[in-house]
Each structure stands twice: as C-alpha cells, then as structure tokens.
C-alpha cells in the first residue's frame, strides 16, 4: 500500500509532470521542428492529459518559450560556458570543448536545437528569436570573455578581436553542424571539427624568442 501511495504522489506531483512534458516537447521540437510538433504526441509520450499540459503552459508558444529558456539554454550553458570557466589555457579550453561536440550519427542527423529553432522561429515569432538572442549573445560573450583572459596572460595574439573571433567560432560550429545534417553525414562534422581546431591554434600568442637571439644565432653557427 505504501508503495502505491508513494507513486500515486510522484504521479500527482506538479513539478515533476511539468518536467516530464517539456522534456517530451523538446523532444518532439527537436525531431519535427516547432511548427510540426504535435501536442498529442507530446501527451501520449508522458501519459498526461491536454488539460494538465495548459495548466502547466498557457498555450503552445508559452511550451516553446520555457523549451528555450530551460532546456536549450542549459545545453549551452552545461557544453560551452561552464566549461569556459576551467583553469587552463584559453585556447586549450576551446580547443577541448569543441573536440566533445557531439559528432555521432544520431546527433548529426537531428542537428542542434539552438539553431534549428533560429532557423525556423526567428522570421515568424519575435518572442522566439529574443530568447534565442538572448542564448547566442551569452555564448559569444563567455567566448569573447575568455580569448581577453589569454590575451591578458601573454597566451592568445594581441591584435585578435575577442568579439569578432567568438562571433566567427560560433558560426563555424553551428555552420559545419548544418553542413553535416544536410549531407546526413557525421564524416563532415568531424572535418569541420578538425578545421576548426586548427584556426584556434592559429589564435595563440607567437612564442618569444630566447634573449639575444640566441636561438637563431645557433642555427647560423650550426650552418657554418
């Protein structure tokens, strides 16, 4: 009796059903897109019925909104700008994190959800694309944030443009992502990845020369 009394109330529990329908709706988003997503799919996989779902979420939108804001921008947060924050080299930091974007056929064929929801909401719903502004400016700036860190430590070059190199990280990460999906080809992604790998390496600072040259002075002499 305990037993069925205690999952009676996880059933019943309000935070939990709501939990369980975003993550369904994100689900269902991310497979057939926003517009696509069907609201009795996302009942049937939670087992919840339509009348539960609008007290959780006022309409459909209000469900894509806290898709965006609870869940979409926890992906970024948990695969870019915690990770920022590590003690480590800048360029070090970046170059780990994208060597563990998520490259498996799976992922590749579905593509990311931030920008899959850029792409399709952005023209059509202004509430839609501030949230998804809100995410895309809050990775440039911890991006941003942390190439001036290595600039300010001697690691990353002097005359980069922290703000211009994130903008362009971004779009080679998200542009590669798209390229892969469209191709249905993981093998394009991990090109893209190793391409960016190696722009970011060009991002370190010139290492300095011995005092006096010395280094130099001894490869004359070793000719001579």
Not at 104 to 111: L, S, T
Not at 127 to 139: D, M, Q, V
Not at 154 to 166: H, I, K, S, Y
Request: proline letters at 5%.
């Amino acid at each position: 009796m305990l037993a069925v009394h205690k999952r009676k109330r996880r059933l019943r529990d309000p935070e939990r059903t709501r939990e369980r329908l975003l993550q369904a709706a994100f689900r269902e988003v991310h497979r057939s897109g926003f517009q696509s997503a069907g609201i009795d799919t996302i009942l049937a996989a939670t087992n919840v019925t339509k009348g539960a779902l609008y007290h959780h979420f006022d309409s459909k939108e209000a469900l894509g909104y806290a898709i965006v804001e609870e869940i979409v921008a926890k992906l970024v947060r948990d695969r870019w700008l915690r990770p920022l924050l590590r003690d480590a080299q800048p360029i070090d930091i970046l170059i780990g994190i994208v060597r563990r974007l998520p490259a498996r056929p799976a992922d590749v064929r579905v593509g990311c959800p931030l920008l899959n929801l850029a792409q399709e909401m952005s023209p059509l719903d202004e509430p839609f694309r501030k949230r998804l502004e809100t995410i895309f400016l809050a990775w440039q700036d911890g991006v941003a944030a942390l190439l001036r860190k290595g600039q300010s430590q001697g690691t990353v070059r002097r005359g980069l443009n922290p703000d211009q190199a994130a903008s362009f990280l971004i779009a080679m990460v998200e542009g590669y992502g798209a390229l892969a999906k469209n191709a249905q080809d993981a093998k394009v992604l991990e090109v893209g990845i190793t391409n960016i790998v190696g722009w970011l390496r060009s991002l370190r600072a010139p290492r300095q020369s011995r005092p006096g040259g010395r280094r130099a002075t001894n490869r004359v002499q070793g000719k001579g």
